[in-house]
């Protein structure tokens, strides 16, 4: 067994991606199946002795681990069972974020090269046959696919599957959102860097600020309690964050800052990370009993709230404590790569392996398994990431 998984892994190292192109051919993801039949649910015990488990910050070791996790294809070598996937349905989007995109734009791929709504649904269902149980949607903007109310209610239509979120810019919400929740859709999350007007326009290189809170607050009126994502950056919004605690009095939402993280293009500076520990320390110069809520065993997001208030905010400390031990989530990019590390630069190509001509469901399966194996302990420190090739975030998804 030890040198199967060996051979499973050599094979997918010849068929790793470059950090951004040079992904593997059919051929050689069928020989990679053949290979890891037996390797993709098992190797995780075999890898054990060549890199150790996590410490205290996995929840349960890989014997408290239930059985059905323990020998899914969605299991790494590590003990972390993989229940989310993020599905990236377009590399187009109708906002220039500066630090999600150059401000020139991407280029973007034919559409030949990217998913099928078919490709999307039947990896999506394979996914969730082998454990995924929460599904969200992401892009570039994933409300510029016209068909996403449908696919939508085809996922919720899944047996298996518990929970459908989008994470969106909110510019179509008012004329979307009512379709959309009549499709199923369980939760959203609305990207907002900003309560003011111009600053919106400065950040996105767009306008629209208004119809993003108009989209806030319909999403209120139907019944969700939507999350509002906030990258705070230095000498740019962090004179915001009390701003934005204000806006959770009345509103229940869930307003998450996020650390700024490096990604090609968006021009990355140490100097302009806000930490979590710093923005704890402005809010309670204001609010005092500013206190820390509890959270459930696989949250990236620290939660907070000044009692009274009515929603509450969060913290994603991805850069300076990072939440890998209790990662369950893997990304499908919009061109059909696996990527199992948001910070990762290694791909798989899911899509190659799916239309080359007699590959199986069950070698998908395998494929899926074998790149999950490859998930390492956690991602590099934020000083190397900044100097590590990665898609820009506008063509991760989020």
Not at 7 to 13: D, E, S
Not at 93 to 104: D, K, Q
Not at 154 to 178: F, S, W, Y
């Amino acid at each position: 067994m030890r040198l199967l998984a060996k051979r499973a892994n050599l094979l997918l190292l010849r068929c790793t991606a470059q950090p951004v192109a040079g992904l593997a051919t059919g051929f050689q993801f069928q020989k990679l199946a053949t290979a890891t039949k037996s390797a993709a649910t098992g190797a995780q015990h075999v890898i054990e002795n060549e890199n150790k488990p996590m410490e205290a910050s996995v929840p349960q070791s890989q014997s408290q681990v239930p059985r059905a996790a323990a020998i899914s294809p969605l299991t790494d070598s590590f003990g972390r069972h993989h229940t989310y996937l993020r599905i990236s349905l377009t590399e187009r989007c109708n906002l220039r974020c500066e630090y999600c995109m150059p401000a020139e734009g991407v280029p973007l791929q034919p559409k030949a090269q990217l998913l099928s709504t078919e490709e999307v649904l039947r990896l999506a269902r394979i996914f969730v046959e082998q454990g995924v149980r929460k599904i969200r949607l992401t892009g570039g903007e994933p409300t510029v696919r016209r068909d996403i109310v449908e696919i939508v209610a085809q996922l919720k239509a899944l047996p298996q599957l518990e929970h459908v979120g989008i994470t969106t810019n909110g510019l179509v919400l008012t004329r979307m959102l009512l379709p959309l929740q009549r499709a199923g859709l369980d939760s959203l999350n609305i990207s907002l860097d900003t309560l003011r007007k111009e600053r919106f326009e400065q950040i996105t290189r767009r306008k629209g600020w208004e119809r993003v809170i108009a989209g806030i607050d319909l999403a209120i009126q139907l019944g969700y309690r939507p999350k509002v994502n906030c990258v705070l950056m230095r000498n740019f919004n962090e004179d915001e964050i009390c701003d934005f605690v204000e806006f959770t009095r009345d509103r229940p939402v869930d307003v998450r800052f996020i650390e700024y993280m490096p990604f090609t293009g968006n021009k990355w500076h140490t100097e302009r990370l806000i930490s979590y520990s710093e923005t704890v320390q402005i809010i309670r110069q204001r609010w005092p009993e500013f206190q820390a809520l509890p959270n459930g065993p696989n949250d990236t997001s620290k939660a907070y709230a000044v009692p009274g208030f009515t929603g509450q905010l969060g913290f994603i400390t991805s850069m300076t404590e990072h939440f890998c031990g209790t990662c369950n989530r893997l990304r499908l990019t919009a061109d059909g790569n696996i990527k199992v590390c948001l910070f990762g630069n290694k791909e798989f190509s899911l899509r190659d392996a799916m239309r080359a001509e007699g590959c199986t469901e069950q070698q998908l399966v395998e494929l899926i398994g074998a790149a999950v194996q490859r998930k390492k302990r956690q991602h590099a420190g934020m000083l190397n990431l900044s100097q590590m090739e990665n898609r820009p975030m506008i063509l991760i998804g989020g």
